[in-house]
């Protein structure tokens, strides 16, 4: 258990499946108040429930399930207002909404990407990462604190060859994190970002996905698939004061395969 999040308001996009799921569930575990904001509103209702029955009485705060869809920038100030309306404050937004798995992408060479998805993807991995930032930012400048943590991908350190338009759009974020951690930090906002290795995040996984997933494990220090609680610890250390004096810093949690 991690101190330090008791009470505090987290928002994490994309938190209705796979590692935000995790996330979520680390984040309650932990006291926050937690909003699991998602495209797919019924699933982020789902994981809701599915959550606070799992914590049951070690958190008593409400979990908030909410839609947006981050690459519009209106559905990410709503996103902000309602928590704001529900919540009072904004103690930290993690940024893990993507094209990735649920919603899927063309895992294909350079020559197979459809232009439109290139774009669709840079629209919500990268436009959702700009969007969200801008509707939190006003609320913890004015609170003179806040933590923002995006989520890059073990793919950009030596490159991963397919899906060009996503490991691109993961090279990006860790740009833009250093960017903003310096132009707010003056307002005592750290921005950070944690990048997970080759992740099993399925919730039913096909044999090829499995087989995908199995493949890192063979290239890693620590030799076995990895799952979505082991990158939880960073994500919560992150968001937590003991990361204080921490920003525009990228983790690389992936049981060892590349060493920064
Ligand atoms: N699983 C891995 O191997 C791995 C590795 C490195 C990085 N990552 C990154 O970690 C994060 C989570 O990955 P995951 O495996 O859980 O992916 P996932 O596809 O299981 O989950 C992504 C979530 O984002 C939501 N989402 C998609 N588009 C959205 C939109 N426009 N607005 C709001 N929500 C939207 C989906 O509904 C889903 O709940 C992603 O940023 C991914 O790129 C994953």
Redesign the pocket.
């Known amino acids: 258990m991690i101190d330090g999040l008791k009470d505090k308001v987290v928002i994490v ?10 996330y979520c569930k680390g984040f309650a575990d932990a006291g926050a108040r937690v909003v699991i ?4 509103q019924p ?2 209702e789902a ?1 809701a429930s599915e959550i606070a029955a799992d914590v049951g009485a070690k958190n008593l705060s409400p979990i908030l399930a909410l ?6 920038e209106e ?1 990410t100030k709503n996103m902000a207002a309602q928590v704001l309306e529900k919540f009072a404050r904004i103690d930290a937004l993690i ?10 992408m063309n895992r294909g060479r350079i020559e197979t990407i459809d232009p439109a998805e290139w774009d669709k993807l840079m ?3 990268l436009r ?1 990462l700009f969007f969200c930032c801008r509707a939190v930012l006003p609320t913890m400048r004015t609170q003179q604190s806040g933590k923002i943590i995006n ?5 950009v350190f030596a490159g991963s060859p397919g899906r060009i338009h ?1 490991v691109t ?2 090279t990006a974020t860790i740009g833009f994190t250093r960017t903003l951690a310096r132009e707010v930090g003056g307002d005592n906002i750290n921005v950070n970002c ?10 039913n996984p096909s044999a090829e996905t499995i087989r995908l ?1 199995e493949s890192s494990a063979g290239l890693r220090a620590l030799k076995r698939v ?1 799952v ?1 609680q082991d ?1 939880v610890g960073a994500m919560l250390f992150l968001a937590s004061p003991l990361s204080d004096f921490m920003t525009g810093q990228t983790v690389n949690v992936d049981g060892g395969i590349s060493f920064l």
């Open positions: 996009t994309g938190g209705a499946h796979g590692i935000g799921k995790a904001a998602d495209i797919d699933g982020a994981a839609h947006v869809d981050v690459s519009n559905s940024n893990n909404a993507a094209v990735f798995s649920v919603v899927p629209a919500v991995n959702g989520i890059a991908s073990g793919t996503y759009s993961k944690l990048a997970p290795g080759n992740t099993l995040s399925e919730e997933r990895q979505p990158v």
